[in-house]
């Protein structure tokens, strides 16, 4: 008889928070969007007069837009309007400035789930638009530029980055255990990046477990295969340093984290170091 009751329970329960669930088909607050949604009321405002808001002129918004428009535009349906492409970009912008779901829900009149969506595809046509214009694997003569530029800035001669790893952080993902989890005891992913001498990326590695060091990220990446394989335009062969007869293939410097190789040279150990070699290191 315990156990009839229970399961009855149970089921008056679960219809009870399905019937709830599907109450509503747009909440009552976001039915509100036009009239007091941010959107409507400041985004035009916003863009032209306060590039802080976006962190963006109303002329890199403007092309933004023009670029992953037809990408994130839908289509009106029978039951409701749908949130156009401009609309769209806001939002994407506005969260990687710092904001989150749950404000953003508030500030724009959408949905939590809605939001997730929008920023997970608008990111994404992003990425497909920005990747060939602004990550495509240098041709020889721009590895060529780097390396002048590294020894006229920096005194290095034969060098096209310098690497290291970034811990981003997160929160836990559910069920990840300690994947994330790495030694500065926070949740992270991992931004591996060859930086030029200009500071900025020729080359990105991300979204790496937390967990993970440095040399396994680049050994195990495709970057780092990439690379160690001769795949990415990097001029082969040996160059002369200025006033020496040596000769050196053109490479990466890198901290002790990584292993030593021709094309991966890495810096004096931090400890103990001789004179000399503090000063070649700064």
Same mark, same amino acid.
């Given at each position: 008889?315990? %156990? %009839?009751?229970?399961? %009855?329970?149970?089921?008056?329960?679960?219809?009870?928070?399905?019937?709830?669930?599907?109450?509503?088909?747009?909440?009552?607050?976001?039915?509100?969007?036009?009239?007091?949604?941010?959107?409507?009321?400041?985004?035009?405002?916003?863009?032209?007069?306060?590039?802080?808001?976006?962190?963006?002129?109303?002329?890199?918004?403007?092309?933004?837009?023009?670029? %992953?428009?037809?990408?994130?535009?839908?289509?009106?349906?029978?039951?409701?309007?749908?949130?156009?492409?401009?609309?769209?970009?806001?939002?994407?912008?506005?969260?990687i400035t710092g904001h989150s779901f749950t404000s953003l829900t508030f500030y724009y009149r959408v949905g939590v789930s809605t939001i997730h969506e929008i920023v997970k595809e608008t990111t994404q046509a992003l990425w497909n638009a920005l990747k060939p214009r602004y990550m495509t694997v240098p041709s020889p003569d721009e590895w060529s530029k780097i390396a002048q530029d590294y020894n006229d800035k920096w005194n290095m001669p034969n060098y096209i980055g310098s690497i290291d790893g970034k811990h981003c952080r997160k929160q836990r993902p559910p069920n990840a255990g300690s994947l994330f989890y790495n030694y500065k005891d926070f949740h992270s992913i991992v931004l591996l990046a060859v930086a030029d001498a200009n500071a900025c990326f020729p080359m990105i590695e991300v979204s790496t477990y937390g967990k993970e060091n440095d040399n396994s990220i680049f050994t195990q990446s495709g970057m780092g295969n990439a690379y160690n394989a001769r795949q990415l335009n990097v001029p082969r062969g040996e160059f002369s340093l200025p006033g020496s007869a040596r000769r050196t293939e053109m490479c990466v410097v890198d901290y002790e984290a990584f292993p030593f190789q021709k094309n991966l040279m890495q810096l004096f150990h931090r400890k103990k170091l001789r004179f000399w070699q503090v000063k070649f290191q700064f």
């Open positions: 008889m315990d %156990v %009839v009751l229970i399961n %009855v329970v149970i089921f008056c329960r679960r219809q009870w928070r399905k019937q709830k669930k599907n109450k509503l088909w747009i909440h009552e607050i976001n039915r509100k969007r036009p009239e007091f949604g941010i959107f409507h009321h400041l985004h035009t405002d916003l863009r032209k007069g306060n590039s802080s808001f976006f962190r963006t002129s109303e002329e890199l918004f403007t092309i933004l837009l023009d670029l %992953v428009g037809q990408e994130i535009s839908k289509q009106d349906t029978n039951y409701r309007k749908c949130i156009t492409a401009e609309k769209r970009l806001s939002i994407c912008l506005r969260f």
